[in-house]
């Protein structure tokens, strides 16, 4: 429904800027890879694997039965400090700012599960070269964006195919984000099959991708929640500012590699491949 909204007000897609890495699409058409000029082709490869562990879903009670949210230290997160939106009246400048980009931006979501089909969604991380953005949806704890105002805001947007999206291991978040009535459409940029087409000797995980090819040591998903087991938390548990930091680092992650992976695609003539097939 929301797809064929977008496509009964589309206007045009913007154009892209000289150092685009995405080319923004023609009205309807899929994103199609661009090589910025002067960037080196390097060495390629990324991992499987999701960011959440599998638990059931939390069953939520009414306010007075929920417990107080988890605290965790963590290390400082790579990258710029991440914005936390969860005053809905941001939402409609932040969206006219997502849509306008024509390399497009990350979608990373964080959720109880690691089925995308049994998990809830707790929150959203954006990046798109600059500060990360979190959006806080269901943790226990608050404060959270209304759901209704959150969907809203981000369902045309979400199903508007002219807008590139980016993300790593992005078939579990469009998944996770469909079940919570969110289609996903544009996808641009995979990450994870990007790396498994350039190297796929190697692991293809989020951690694995940071270290190799960016030196950073990025913040484990066990740091948050703990080891499998029973004693393990799930990500709604924890309190807002902690997830967002994980979330950000993630997606602000994703955003580097795609800048790093997709020039490399298209020296390797890898892209039609990338585009088409995988």
Same mark, same amino acid.
């Given at each position: 429904?929301?797809?064929?909204?977008?496509?009964?007000?589309?206007?045009?897609?913007?154009?892209?800027?000289?150092?685009?890495?995405?080319?923004?699409? &023609?009205?309807?058409?899929?994103?199609?890879?661009?090589?910025?000029?002067?960037?080196?082709? $390097?060495?390629?490869?990324? $991992?499987?694997?999701?960011?959440?562990?599998?638990?059931?879903?939390?069953? @939520?009670?009414?306010? *007075?039965?929920?417990?107080?949210?988890? #605290?965790?230290?963590?290390?400082?997160?790579?990258?710029?400090?991440?914005? !936390?939106?969860?005053?809905?009246?941001?939402?409609?400048?932040?969206?006219?700012?997502?849509?306008?980009?024509?390399?497009?931006?990350?979608?990373?979501?964080? #959720?109880? *599960?690691?089925?995308?089909?049994?998990?809830?969604?707790?929150?959203?991380? %954006?990046?798109? $070269?600059?500060?990360?953005?979190?959006?806080?949806?269901?943790?226990?704890?608050?404060?959270? %964006?209304?759901?209704?105002?959150?969907?809203?805001?981000?369902?045309? %947007?979400?199903?508007?195919?002219?807008?590139?999206? !980016?993300?790593?291991?992005?078939?579990?978040?469009?998944?996770?984000?469909?079940?919570?009535?969110?289609?996903? *459409?544009?996808?641009?940029?995979?990450?994870?099959?990007?790396?498994?087409?350039?190297?796929?000797?190697?692991?293809?995980?989020?951690?694995?991708?940071?270290?190799?090819? %960016?030196?950073? &040591?990025?913040?484990?998903? *066990?740091?948050?929640?703990?080891?499998? $087991?029973?004693?393990?938390?799930?990500?709604?548990?924890?309190?807002?500012?902690?997830?967002?930091?994980?979330?950000?680092?993630?997606?602000?992650? #994703?955003?580097?590699?795609?800048? @790093?992976?997709?020039?490399?695609?298209?020296?390797?003539?890898?892209?039609?491949?990338?585009?088409?097939?995988?």
């Amino acid at each position: 429904r929301y797809a064929a909204e977008a496509v009964a007000k589309a206007g045009g897609a913007p154009a892209a800027s000289p150092e685009s890495t995405l080319a923004a699409p &023609e009205f309807g058409a899929e994103p199609v890879l661009q090589a910025p000029s002067g960037m080196p082709a $390097g060495e390629g490869q990324l $991992g499987f694997g999701f960011d959440a562990v599998h638990v059931a879903p939390a069953q @939520r009670g009414p306010a *007075s039965t929920v417990a107080a949210a988890v #605290t965790v230290e963590l290390k400082p997160a790579y990258g710029p400090p991440v914005r !936390i939106v969860s005053d809905a009246s941001e939402l409609p400048a932040l969206v006219a700012r997502l849509a306008a980009l024509p390399s497009g931006f990350v979608i990373d979501t964080e #959720t109880t *599960s690691e089925d995308p089909l049994k998990a809830r969604l707790v929150g959203v991380g %954006l990046s798109w $070269g600059e500060a990360p953005v979190y959006l806080p949806i269901a943790h226990d704890d608050g404060p959270n %964006l209304p759901a209704d105002a959150f969907e809203t805001a981000f369902a045309p %947007l979400l199903a508007d195919p002219r807008v590139p999206k !980016i993300g790593q291991h992005f078939k579990y978040d469009q998944l996770v984000l469909r079940g919570a009535g969110l289609p996903v *459409s544009g996808l641009a940029c995979d990450t994870m099959i990007a790396s498994y087409l350039l190297d796929p000797e190697t692991p293809h995980n989020l951690d694995f991708l940071a270290r190799t090819h %960016l030196g950073v &040591e990025k913040i484990p998903t *066990s740091a948050l929640i703990g080891k499998r $087991g029973k004693e393990q938390t799930t990500m709604n548990q924890l309190r807002v500012a902690t997830v967002a930091a994980y979330c950000g680092e993630d997606a602000h992650v #994703t955003w580097l590699l795609a800048e @790093r992976f997709l020039p490399q695609l298209v020296a390797q003539g890898l892209a039609p491949l990338f585009r088409d097939a995988e």
